[in-house]
């Protein structure tokens, strides 16, 4: 399988885990070392990120990725595009939108996200 479309999956399984709050599925998909930088500026780690999107404590209501595209070397692979979502996050529901990058590496045989940076975008 060419590695561009194997990130491009993996990037869509981390979409499918996030809407739906599946630990297990964001377990396999997120590296233990993982920075996780929203576009607040605030930071999670997986432990924490998971813990917020198991507990319900943030839900992505939508969350939709585009203009994606992917670099890869043989054991990196960097995704930039756009991420659009609506989450329900302290009691209020929000819209979102960024460009982010996300970092994804290649430790023994397995693709994990290590880092991603999201960025809000202009007003249109």
């Given at each position: 399988?060419?590695?561009?479309?194997?990130?491009l999956r993996l990037e869509e399984?981390?979409?499918?885990?996030?809407?739906?709050?599946?630990?297990?599925?964001?377990?396999?998909?997120?590296?233990?070392?993982?920075?996780?930088?929203?576009?607040?500026?605030?930071?999670?780690?997986?432990?924490?990120?998971?813990?917020?999107?198991?507990?319900?404590?943030?839900?992505?209501q939508r969350l939709c990725f585009?203009?994606?595209?992917?670099?890869?070397?043989?054991?990196?692979?960097?995704?930039?595009?756009?991420?659009?979502?609506?989450?329900?996050?302290?009691?209020?529901?929000?819209?979102?939108?960024?460009?982010?990058?996300?970092?994804?590496?290649?430790?023994?045989?397995?693709?994990?996200?290590?880092?991603?940076?999201?960025?809000?975008?202009?007003?249109?």
């Open positions: 399988m060419d590695q561009a479309v194997r990130i399984e981390r979409r499918a885990a996030m809407l739906a709050g599946d630990e297990h599925a964001l377990r396999r998909l997120l590296a233990p070392d993982l920075r996780y930088v929203h576009s607040t500026g605030s930071a999670d780690s997986r432990e924490s990120l998971i813990a917020r999107l198991a507990s319900g404590h943030v839900v992505y585009d203009r994606l595209a992917v670099t890869h070397m043989p054991d990196c692979a960097l995704v930039s595009g756009e991420m659009r979502a609506q989450v329900h996050r302290d009691g209020e529901l929000r819209d979102i939108a960024t460009c982010y990058l996300a970092v994804w590496l290649r430790r023994e045989d397995a693709w994990q996200l290590a880092a991603f940076q999201g960025t809000t975008l202009p007003a249109h």
